[in-house]
């Protein structure tokens, strides 16, 4: 009984406890667009999308998924992962099986990992996953630090912006879904990052006309796309950790 209540708690409160706390000052705020999964649409509708306005995303795989159909449609091959990589677009880490980190011991997860990084690594032709998400924004304390150390940052699903001091462990993030708007809209979110040099992440996983209820149509995240892109910066989650870790990021 003990020891399910404090699993419990430990889920629960595990995203409100920071584990790798770390200033973020970017001048006129950064916007990243992340693809949780990668579906086949998110590259070959989602990636032209944002081509189209100049920029690249954040894709974070799970290799297990790869050749699969399900809910969020026909996923990713390795042809696609080799083409995002070429076309710039960021190769992230998600777990290889897409297990949830707050249901699963720590070395089962970093095995997991381990073996999803391998794979990744074999497709770009050894290009490192330094980013990860993950899978259902599941956490526990205990994965939480352990990625923290394995990764350069790890993105959860709390919305918000991330300013002044974030949580790299457990990067806020705001979904872009058709079905919910969330409780602060696109353009608000992207102007309060803007005004707070911070770091504005957002999340989706298909696009399509008639999306899953994961994923936006076309139209939508053209929409937000064309606002972050027609107001200031906007990198893969890669190049905002890189410039951030510099002294002046928006000056270099
Ligand atoms: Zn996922």
Redo the contacts with the bound molecule.
Sequence with gaps: MRASLSTHLARKFGRLLPAKPLPVKWKGGVVSFTF??FPKTALAIGGEILERHGVRGTY?T?LDLANTTGSLGPMFDNRDVRAAHKRGHEIAC?TFR?LDCGRTDVDTLLKDIADNDAGLRALTGGSVPVNF?F??GGISISAKRALAHRFQSCRGIGCGVNAGTADFADLRANHVYDADDGDESFRQLIDRGRASDGWTIFYT?DVAPRPSPFGCTPARLEAVVAYAAATGAVLPVRDVVAGLARPNPALS
């Design positions: 949780d999964d974070y799970a998600h897409h998400a899978p259902f996983h």
